[in-house]
T-cell receptor, first 115, second 118 residues
Framework: AQSVAQPEDQVNVAEGNPLTVKCTYS??????LFWYVQYPNRGLQFLLK??????LVKGSYGFEAEFNKSQTSFHLKKPSALVSDSALYFC?????????????FGKGNQVVVIP | GAVVSQHPSWVICKSGTSVKIECRSL??????MFWYRQFPKQSLMLMAT?????????EQGVEKDKFLINHASLTLSTLTVTSAHPEDSSFYIC??????????????FGPGTRLTVL
């Protein structure tokens, strides 16, 4: 069974500083990996995904993530955080057949960007 | 990205009534749609997966007779909460994906529906 771990409950970062949200996964085979962001009382917005190819994936709003197979990690990063990046971030993994299969979500990380 | 809408965005109903929530893919054909439930400050809980034209597959512990799912077309899925009770109050979110095109291999989510049962 696939699973995702987001070890931190909340990530606090000063505006303008680099932002990192950690994610590790456990799945057999080659995973599809995703990051989503959720603002209060809203659905999830797709940020980026890794399916194959270059380990560094660039996504929306200046976010990027690096797939590390040996460490089974897919950490989300942004070089310079904005106050508007304050939200709930979810890492998710699906089996090789892709998004049509079930997604396993991490518990989510609350990101707070301090002005 | 691909756009998914949900209607209504919020609904308040009396205990014992039924509520229907619509999920639409606006700019792509959704071969698969998913329904989730989210409790405050928690992750999403998958309720069911539906493929167009076939019966939904429910997750363990989800009552299929209580949460009726219909995926009659490639752009519309509905979730009906039958005989709703206060414990059904929650935030319901749908997602949609496709086996081709812009939504291939990726779930795109609707904005969610806040259900409050009095």
């Amino acid at each position: 069974a696939q699973s995702v771990a987001q070890p931190e409950d909340q990530v606090n970062v000063a505006e303008g500083n680099p932002l990192t949200v950690k994610c590790t996964y456990s799945v057999s085979g080659n995973p599809y990996l995703f990051w989503y962001v959720q603002y209060p009382n809203r659905g999830l917005q797709f940020l980026l995904k890794y399916i194959t190819g270059d380990n560094l994936v660039k996504g929306s709003y200046g976010f990027e993530a690096e797939f590390n197979k040996s460490q089974t990690s897919f950490h989300l990063k942004k070089p310079s955080a904005l106050v508007s990046d304050s939200a709930l971030y979810f890492c998710a993994v699906s089996l090789p057949r892709g998004g049509n299969n079930r997604l396993a979500f991490g518990k989510g990380n609350q990101v707070v960007v301090i002005p | 990205g691909a756009v998914v809408s949900q209607h209504p965005s919020w609904v308040i109903c009396k205990s014992g009534t039924s509520v229907k929530i619509e999920c639409r893919s606006l700019d792509f054909q959704a071969t698969t749609m998913f329904w989730y439930r989210q409790f405050p400050k928690q992750s999403l809980m998958l309720m069911a997966t539906s493929n167009e034209g076939s019966k939904a597959t429910y997750e363990q512990g989800v009552e299929k007779d209580k949460f009726l799912i219909n995926h009659a077309s490639l752009t519309l899925s509905t979730l009906t909460v039958t005989s709703a009770h206060p414990e059904d109050s929650s935030f319901y979110i749908c997602s949609a994906s496709s086996n081709r095109g812009r939504a291939k291999d990726t779930q795109y989510f609707g904005p969610g529906t806040r259900l409050t049962v009095l």
